[in-house]
C-alpha cells in the first residue's frame, strides 16, 4: 500500500515578538485629578457709619480695582466746620494752660514770700515782747497772720501740683481732651474716602450721587489677585492630599495655559450624610485670567514612593493587579498589587526587580506562550 494515509504534521506557529522593559527601582510622584471650580480668595462687604451724602462714585460693576483705589467719596463740609472749630478750640486749651501753669508759678512763689515775711514779723514781735515794747495781742495777731500765710501757701503748691506740668497734670488733660476730639474728626473725615482694601472687583455697588448711605451694603467686591481652586473629592482619594501640597491647573475657558497652585486645606463635608470633600487650592492670578466661577481641572500632588515600577501600559486589567512577563522566550502572568502610580510608571508589590515585563498590556499574548522579546 502507498504511505498516502500517513497524517500529515501540522506546521508550527512563529514566537510572537513583543516589546518589554525591565522592572526598575524608581521614585513616582503621583497625582490625582480633580475638577471643580474657581472661586474668590475672599468676598469684602463696604459699608460706612458715617452719614453724609456722597459726593461722588468712581466705580460700576464689573469694574477691576486696586488696593487703596477710591472708590466713593462722601461729603465732609459739615464735618470740615466742626474741625475748624476743634481746632481752634484746641489751640485755645493750650494758651490757657500755658497761663494756668504760669500763674499757679507765681502764686507759690508769692505766697512763699508772703509767709516768710509774716514769719519775720513773728519773730521780731516775739522779741519786742519779751523787751516790753509790745502788747500779747499783737503776737498772737501776728501769730494769726503766720497761720494764714502757711495755709496759702499750701494751697497755691496743690492748685500748681493739680496743674501739673506741660507734659501731665489736669491742663495736659484738657489738651489731650481738646486733642482727642479733632483727631475724632479726623478720623470721620477720613471715612468719607471709602477706598478699596484688596485687589478685585466689583461685583455689587449699592450707592449713587446725592444718596445716604444709612446702614446698608454698599460695595461687594471680590479679592482675584489670588482665588481658590475649589476641586471636589472623595474619601478615598484625598487619603494622600496634605496642606502645601503643588496643584496643576487648566481651565477650558482659558486655553493653552496652564497654573500653579498649592493646596490650602481639606474642607469635610457640610453634613454627615454628604460624602462630598472640598481641596481648596491657592492659586496666585495677578493678570486675572481666572474668574469666579470658571471650570478648572486640576492634579494635586500626592506623597512620593520609590520601589520598583512598571509601565502604566503595562497592565493586563483595569484593576491593576497583572501583568505579562517573558522568561527566556516564554510569555508568563504575574500577579502584582498596585501601590501607587503617576501618568508614567505605578510602583507594585509581587514582582522582582528587573523582571522583564511585556510594556503593552493590550497585546494578545498567552500564558505560556512563545514570544521573542525584544527593548
Known amino acids: 500500500m502507498l504511505s498516502g494515509c500517513a497524517k500529515k504534521q501540522a506546521a508550527t506557529a512563529p514566537p510572537q515578538p513583543v516589546q518589554?522593559?525591565?522592572?526598575?527601582?524608581?521614585?513616582?510622584?503621583?497625582?490625582?485629578?480633580?475638577?471643580?471650580?474657581?472661586?474668590?480668595?475672599?468676598?469684602?462687604?463696604?459699608?460706612?457709619?458715617?452719614?453724609?451724602?456722597?459726593?461722588?462714585?468712581?466705580?460700576?460693576?464689573?469694574?477691576?480695582?486696586?488696593?487703596?483705589?477710591l472708590l466713593a467719596k462722601l461729603n465732609t463740609a459739615d464735618l470740615s466746620a466742626s474741625l475748624s472749630q476743634a481746632q481752634a478750640h484746641l489751640e485755645q486749651t493750650r494758651y490757657q494752660a500755658t497761663l494756668a501753669l504760669s500763674q499757679g508759678n507765681d502764686q507759690v512763689v508769692a505766697a512763699q514770700a508772703a509767709l516768710d515775711n509774716a514769719r519775720a514779723n513773728l519773730q521780731r514781735d516775739e522779741q519786742l515782747l519779751k523787751q516790753g515794747y509790745i502788747s500779747i495781742q499783737t503776737v498772737e495777731q501776728q501769730r494769726t497772720d503766720t497761720t494764714v500765710a502757711q495755709t496759702a501757701l499750701a494751697q497755691a503748691k496743690e492748685n500748681a501740683q493739680a496743674n501739673g506740668t506741660k507734659n501731665a497734670g489736669l491742663q495736659q488733660a484738657n489738651i489731650e481732651q481738646a486733642a482727642a476730639a479733632v483727631q475724632q474728626l479726623q478720623a470721620q473725615i477720613a471715612k468719607a474716602a471709602i477706598t478699596s482694601p484688596v485687589d478685585g472687583i466689583v461685583v455689587n455697588r449699592n450707592l449713587n450721587p446725592g444718596e445716604y448711605p444709612g446702614t446698608r451694603q454698599l460695595f461687594t467686591l471680590q479679592q482675584v489677585s489670588q482665588v481658590y481652586a475649589e476641586l471636589n473629592a472623595y474619601g478615598a482619594q484625598i487619603a494622600g492630599i496634605r496642606a502645601g501640597s503643588r496643584a496643576t491647573l487648566v481651565a477650558?475657558?482659558?486655553?493653552?495655559?496652564?497654573?500653579?497652585?498649592?493646596?490650602?486645606?481639606?474642607?469635610?463635608?457640610?453634613?454627615?450624610?454628604?460624602?462630598?470633600?472640598?481641596?481648596?487650592?491657592?492659586?496666585?492670578?495677578?493678570d486675572g485670567a481666572l474668574r469666579p466661577g470658571m471650570n478648572v481641572t486640576g492634579n494635586v500632588g500626592l506623597p512620593?514612593?520609590?520601589?520598583?515600577?512598571?509601565?502604566?501600559?503595562?497592565?493586563?486589567?483595569?484593576?491593576?493587579?497583572?501583568?505579562?512577563?517573558?522568561?527566556?522566550?516564554?510569555?508568563?502572568?504575574?500577579?502584582?498589587?498596585?501601590?501607587?502610580?503617576?501618568?508614567?510608571?505605578?510602583?507594585?508589590?509581587?514582582?522582582?526587580?528587573?523582571?522583564q515585563v511585556v510594556t503593552n498590556g493590550s497585546t494578545n499574548v498567552t500564558d505560556g506562550q512563545k514570544v521573542v522579546a525584544s527593548l
Open 304 to 355: 512620593s514612593q520609590t520601589g520598583v515600577t512598571v509601565p502604566v501600559t503595562a497592565f493586563l486589567d483595569d484593576t491593576h493587579q497583572t501583568v505579562m512577563t517573558v522568561d527566556g522566550d516564554t510569555a508568563h502572568i504575574a500577579n502584582v498589587n498596585e501601590v501607587i502610580e503617576d501618568s508614567h510608571y505605578a510602583v507594585v508589590t509581587g514582582l522582582p526587580a528587573n523582571a
Open 252 to 286: 477650558p475657558a482659558v486655553p493653552h495655559r496652564t497654573f500653579t497652585g498649592t493646596v490650602y486645606s481639606i474642607l469635610s463635608p457640610s453634613t454627615p450624610s454628604t460624602s462630598g470633600f472640598v481641596v481648596k487650592v491657592v492659586v496666585p492670578n495677578g
Open 20 to 69: 518589554v522593559t525591565a522592572a526598575t527601582v524608581r521614585t513616582v510622584h503621583p497625582g490625582l485629578n480633580l475638577s471643580g471650580l474657581i472661586a474668590p480668595l475672599q468676598n469684602v462687604a463696604l459699608s460706612t457709619e458715617l452719614q453724609e451724602p456722597a459726593d461722588a462714585v468712581y466705580v460700576n460693576e464689573g469694574d477691576a480695582v486696586h488696593r487703596g483705589q
